[in-house]
């Protein structure tokens, strides 16, 4: 690991800086900041819940799994997680705008019974005219174009009709598999917080003896879920039991003295910073 700041590098397992923000050090580290610049091994998942200490959050059962994987656990249930999550994705139902096709129809309609009224009254009018014998060659036009523009009206109405109908079919389509992805995003749920449950319960013995050996006061229980102390020492029990090759910043923690025993307490790369 190198840190170079302002001019100056440093190399080593375990580094001490001054003057710079945690916050600066942990971009840095995920090569999002240029200054100052730390070249060391890409951050796994781990880090994601580590890579500062004192975290500002921390969830312990997300913590102990993602350092369940990176020590080689796999649960039962990831199969089955796996499976719903793919079937969840490609059953996300089109969106269907009823308006619209709603719209179309009453509009069809509206129009088709304007020109049957027109229709019939321009064939009124052409009855009357030629009963008087009055000529009837503009009324005779004028009928032949508005039945010509009926037949298109009743012609649009209908595929509006039918159009309508295959929008319900598939607004009732698009319903079910709401249904149905409300059935898997629970199901995912629950494969999700398994998942987590075998993983940590495969490291807790582990979690439990990191935790004796980091300062801090905390009570681990048996099982999984059977702690009681503050998210730092709950951190840095997760830090020394994972295998982490890129560095873990230590933002002036009282009770670990600078970074070379930061890095034997964590047995991990650390950048020390007050």
Known sequence: MRVCIDGESHEGVAIDVTGV???????????????????????????DHVSILPPASFDRRDALAAAARALGHESATRDELENARAELA??????????AVRRR???????????????????????????????ATAVEAKLDEATRQLSEAETERIAAEQALERAERAAREARDRRERCLKLEDRVANREREVRRDLAAAVWDRFRSAVRAVPGNATVGATPGEFDGDRLTAALAVARLAPLDAPVV????????GAGAAARLLDAPVIYTR
């Open 90 to 99: 490609a059953l996300s139902p089109p969106p269907v705008d009823m308006r």
């Open 105 to 135: 129809v009453a509009e069809a309609g509206s129009e088709e019974e304007r020109l049957r009224e027109r229709v019939a009254e321009l064939r009124g009018r052409l009855r009357a005219r030629r009963e008087m014998g009055a000529d």
């Open 21 to 47: 923000a945690g916050e600066e050090l942990v971009r840095a580290i995920r090569g999002q900041d240029a200054s100052p610049r730390v070249d060391c091994p890409t951050p796994g998942p781990v880090h």
């Open 250 to 257: 230590v933002d002036g923690v009282d009770h670990v003295s």
